[in-house]
């Protein structure tokens, strides 16, 4: 089974910017879509920003104008360029991986923290 790590989180302060990387140990060719979710403390996890298999691309509201999100199927990875970032920013960032019949695949996270 493939498995996702992802990497790039780190303290940043407010203004700054993070990218984030998501590495699948196998192909991600066959999985539909890729995204990014965030879980802040105390909060419910959320997306963030979507990429499908033929490159489209959506965002939450809160990552809109800010962040990017692109995949490379050749390297099995997708990034999520985050800018402008802002205190509420802060979260654990997760990568995840659907094909649209099986579950879906995370990654363990990896911790944002933007400082005001």
């Known amino acids: 089974q493939v498995q996702l790590v992802e990497s790039g989180g780190g303290l940043v302060q407010a203004g700054g910017s993070l990218r984030l990387s998501c590495a699948a140990s196998?192909?991600?060719?066959?999985?539909?879509?890729m995204a990014w979710y965030r879980q802040a403390p105390g909060k419910q996890r959320e997306v963030v920003a979507t990429?499908?298999?033929?490159?489209?691309?959506s965002y939450a509201d809160a990552g809109k104008g800010r962040f990017t999100i692109s995949r490379d199927n050749a390297k099995n990875m997708v990034y999520l360029q985050m800018n402008s970032l802002k205190p509420e920013d802060t979260a654990v960032y997760y990568c995840?991986?659907?094909?649209?019949?099986?579950?879906?695949?995370w990654g363990q996270g990896t911790q944002v923290t933007v400082s005001s």
């Open positions: 995840r991986a659907t094909t649209g019949i099986s579950s879906p695949l």
């Open positions: 196998g192909s991600i060719v066959r999985f539909n879509v």
């Open positions: 990429v499908t298999s033929s490159g489209s691309t």
